[in-house]
């Protein structure tokens, strides 16, 4: 069974960091989607970052490219996003989700959320002055 552990949430001020961390286990393959999502009070679920475990360039939402970067630590079997120059609408729950034996569908984030397989936990991020 695949689980998804998320931690590195908190409070940050405008224009500060955090990097978020998702300790996955249980996959039987070297060939997933994994990655960032998130959901802010009264909105709906958004993809905001995701990668292939077996390599290729990662995808990102539009509103995060620059500032957010997401890595993949195979040794650890760990997914990290570093999340830098935050705004108060990066507010939201983060969630690691995993796609298993799947591809990221091109970062089309409506296919590949029907596909989403796993989630963790949730990690709050609180962006506020």
């Known amino acids: 069974q695949v689980q998804l552990v998320e931690s590195g949430g908190g409070s940050v001020q405008p224009g500060g960091s955090l990097r978020l961390s998702c300790a996955a286990s249980?996959?039987?393959?070297?060939?997933?989607?994994l990655g960032w999502f998130r959901q802010a009070p009264g909105k709906e679920r958004e993809g905001v970052a995701v990668?292939?475990?077996?390599?290729?360039?990662?995808y990102y939402r539009d509103s995060v490219k620059g500032r957010f970067t997401i890595s993949l630590d195979n040794t650890k079997n760990t997914v990290y996003l570093q999340m830098n120059s935050l705004k108060s609408e990066d507010s939201a729950m983060y969630y690691c989700?995993?796609?298993?034996?799947?591809?990221?569908?091109?970062?089309?984030?409506?296919?590949?959320?029907?596909?989403?397989?796993?989630w963790g936990q949730g990690t709050l991020v609180n962006v506020s002055s």
């Open positions: 989700a995993a796609a298993v034996d799947s591809t990221c569908f091109g970062g089309d984030w409506d296919v590949l959320g029907r596909f989403l397989d796993f």
């Open positions: 990668k292939w475990t077996d390599g290729g360039s990662p």
């Open positions: 249980g996959f039987t393959g070297s060939r997933n989607c």
